[in-house]
């Protein structure tokens, strides 16, 4: 694709989304505000602001003296009341589905099972019950609604709306599931890979709230990313950008399903986090570990979670593993530091529950001292606000992200 | 910095900035074709191309008959003599000097060892007298010099035009060096990266040319990087994106003067490659290479490039060393289309000049069997067509990138 023009009216739309942005970053906002952080002239910012008040999306919450003791200026706000959105996260392992407001925030969330079904009809037919279940409790009226957001698994053929052989969905290969979805459950349907999502939902309510330039990394069954550059989602050339989870950090490593070896997510997924705290237990004759005794009992019972929860009240054989683990994500942070140069990395995912500050402080560690340029400005790193709650808000977030932001895709589209 | 709007006379800039990159883009091309590939009315595209026509950038250059025997359309092309920019690679060890044509075409190229001077003023001096050499062997008319394009090691902050603790020059701190050349040439000096600079060059008339989305890979007394994104130079929140050298390919590797472990560039750059070739000829009982002799005599002669053309020329032990150096460029590459999922990398610059062709044929190896997207579409490598001249054409490049090409900085620009 070539590198397009504009025109006036994608530059209306541009301006008009710039000023609905920066009314959804701040927490209140004057027109004139808006004039200055956008670079548009006041007559530009006031017209669009007229509009968005007719529109009902934005609301005047009041005025505000300013220091110079000059005019009140008046409060913009986000009507958060004002339209819907529904998120649907499709885990190989578990379907959750929220139902959020203009501002990001669920207002009700479910989960349940993914049918462990070959046939994708059988999974679709599930997910649309669930939305319904979650529309039925949230008692919004359908008007309200936007749209629903899925956020599956990738590889993603974004175009097509099609899963393209996800790694831990077997038989699954270019399942049409947009339009599969969307007659199911009668919404438009916007699909997007599970991390890119999920940053999309950082960018929306989460750390990533006007940060120009961040790299999410989503703690999942695997470890997925997505990047935020220049206040733009970056897709990459095929829509596969933001996979950290396949940089090799150890060049002998293990072979990763991928193809490549001694992958980042090869290293530090669910399964070989637990694998390695069961090596550890078995070999270790005393009884260092809070662990050890329900590993002799039933060695099934310490999980993925059990360790988590074990690092998190200091247990040594669980935190030595996860420091371990998040050292290899740290030295990937770096890479990314030193590729991308971001002003901040965000962790989420509920792969790293109750463990969010062991990762979060090994990974500040190293982007104060590893990266070049770090006598310049020394990269952040944050761990997801939203919790457990990030990949499904950021399939919702999908539906707000593309209604509302600002996107250059669109000022440039042919 | 906010996420800007944009207003009418930005955007008239940058879509003449959009019909002047096709034009470039292009060998010969219509008014229309410019059209349907910006997306742009034709009568925006024929009201630009009149404008360009005036200012003589652009020529017309006879007519084409169309396929479908429609009236026949009027071909443009970029009139190369309608201006000219002068390219400085600033090298600690040589420097460089280009006049080239407005496609980026080197109309004369000289160099000379760069000045052992601690005084960065003895340097600007040097530099000062090359160019003016440079330019009066050209023999182009003044008004007709866009301005001087520099290009030297970074880390550099850009909007001081100051180099910032160049790690192979001790005792440079915070130099202006953009003000000082300016002072002393008279000309404008654009100041840039070296890597960044040649990845600009190769946008302009290399193997970038046309690409939305490319890495660069620069192999001088360092390794160094840059980004094209959506096809915008992309370079980071603090300006230091592409640092590509510094990857941990060994995690205990050895330490980098950075403060990573086992870093690309500690592990191939070329006293590295010389160290390693030197050991391997010093435990070689045998004379199993050409390079044994010489280095029986002289181990100095045994350098960077005997050992490149020892290589190319298939020397067993050459061609060993620079393989291994070339597979870890490959795990970085990987790492690069996982992450940023790149359309292109290109390999450019002198140190690996004579074995490109391994470069590019282990690095598309690992392209075409490694990153997880594969299936997807395969990330293509070359090596540079500009060879040993990337940098200083890259250097010329940024007046004309600056100049002409379609910024978003620009037209989103406060």
């Not at 770090?374 to 457990?388: F, H, K, M, N, Y």
Request: net charge negative; aromatic share 4%; hydrophobic share 45%.
């Amino acid at each position: 694709m070539r590198q397009a023009g504009t025109n006036l009216p994608k530059v209306g739309r541009y301006n008009r989304a710039v000023v609905l942005d920066q009314i959804q970053l701040a927490d209140g906002i004057s027109r004139i505000e808006i004039a200055q952080l956008t670079g548009l002239t006041p007559q530009t910012v006031s017209g669009i602001v007229r509009r968005l008040l007719d529109e009902g999306i934005v609301r005047e919450d009041g005025a505000s003296r300013v220091a110079s003791g000059g005019k009140p200026r008046t409060t913009l706000r986000l009507n958060a009341d004002a339209g819907s959105a529904v998120g649907l996260h499709f885990d190989p392992v578990e379907l959750t589905c929220a139902v959020v407001d203009l501002t990001g925030r669920p207002l009700v969330v479910k989960k349940r099972p993914t049918p462990a079904a070959t046939d994708p009809s059988h999974v679709v037919t599930a997910m649309a019950e669930l939305v319904a279940d979650v529309l039925a409790e949230a008692d919004v009226p359908h008007s309200r609604i936007l749209g629903l957001g899925l956020a599956a698994p990738g590889p993603i053929d974004q175009e097509l709306g099609m899963i393209v052989t996800p790694p831990q969905l077997a038989h699954w290969t270019r399942v049409p599931l947009q339009s599969m979805l969307s007659e199911a459950t009668g919404l438009p349907v916007t699909l997007d890979n599970d991390a890119t999502a999920a940053a999309i939902g950082e960018r929306w309510s989460g750390a990533g709230k006007g940060v120009a330039n961040f790299a999410y990394f989503f703690f999942g069954t695997g470890i997925g990313g997505g990047l935020i550059l220049n206040h733009q989602v970056y897709r990459g050339g095929s829509l596969n950008a933001g996979e950290f989870g396949h940089s090799s950090v150890l060049p002998d490593g293990p072979e990763c399903y991928c193809g490549n070896r001694g992958c980042l997510e090869r290293l530090v997924n669910p399964s070989a986090i637990v694998a390695e705290v069961h090596r550890r237990l078995a070999a270790d004759s005393g009884d260092s570990s809070v662990l050890s005794q329900s590993f002799a009992k039933d060695p099934a019972s310490v999980d993925h979670a059990a360790i988590r929860l074990a690092a998190a009240a200091g247990d040594p054989v669980a935190t030595a593993v996860i420091d371990e683990a998040a050292e290899h994500v740290a030295s990937v942070a770096v890479s990314i530091a030193n590729f991308i140069d971001v002003d901040l990395i965000v962790l989420g995912g509920h792969g790293i529950q109750h463990v969010e500050s062991r990762y979060v402080d090994i990974v500040a560690a190293a982007l104060a001292t590893r990266p070049l340029a770090r006598s310049i400005r020394v990269v952040q790193v944050e761990a997801s606000p939203l919790g457990t709650d990030g990949a499904v808000v950021g399939s919702a977030a999908l539906v707000l992200h593309a209604a509302y932001s600002p996107q250059l895709s669109a000022l440039l589209a042919h």
